[in-house]
């Protein structure tokens, strides 16, 4: 690979990773109040439930047990919440690999800025695509919260 080749590669990842920084920025936008319902409601319900467990009649077992009882909302709320990125995380990175072994396929093809141009074209399609499926993903987490607004 020559210089003008290695520039080229770092400015083109360059620009993946703005994109990709922008998709974070919206998801995080987009998740705040669910994220906010685990960090606080539920973080809060948690505590006050385990206060309540901390009774001088109560044997250390079943103070234990208690509290954990009262962080099994909050643990599942945050593992559904982390499973659902994550499964957001792999259909657009799917979709990002797809878009790179296009761009490998037509370097080999045709002149290196129409590959870069298909490249750009292909990663804003696929980050549009999946940034349309985070309004319905917010809608599920919230109604699976119970959450109102």
Do not use: G, W
Not at 4 to 15: F, G, K, L
């Amino acid at each position: 690979m020559d210089h003008i080749e290695a520039v080229e590669q770092q400015m083109v990842s360059e620009r993946m990773r703005r994109k990709l920084n922008e998709v974070n920025t919206a998801a995080q936008a987009q998740l705040a109040p669910v994220q906010d319902h685990i960090n606080f409601t539920l973080q809060k319900a948690y505590f006050k439930c385990a206060y309540e467990c901390f009774d001088r009649s109560r044997k250390q077992e079943e103070i234990s047990n208690c509290v954990e009882h009262c962080s099994v909302p909050v643990v599942n709320a945050q593992h559904h919440f982390e499973n659902e990125m994550a499964k957001f995380q792999e259909r657009l990175n799917r979709s990002l690999m797809v878009c790179q072994d296009k761009f490998e396929s037509a370097k080999l093809q045709q002149n290196k800025t129409d590959a870069v141009n298909e490249l750009e074209s292909c990663v804003d399609q696929s980050i549009e695509d999946n940034m349309k499926t985070l309004p319905h993903l917010v809608r599920r987490m919230k109604s699976s919260f119970n959450i109102s607004a």
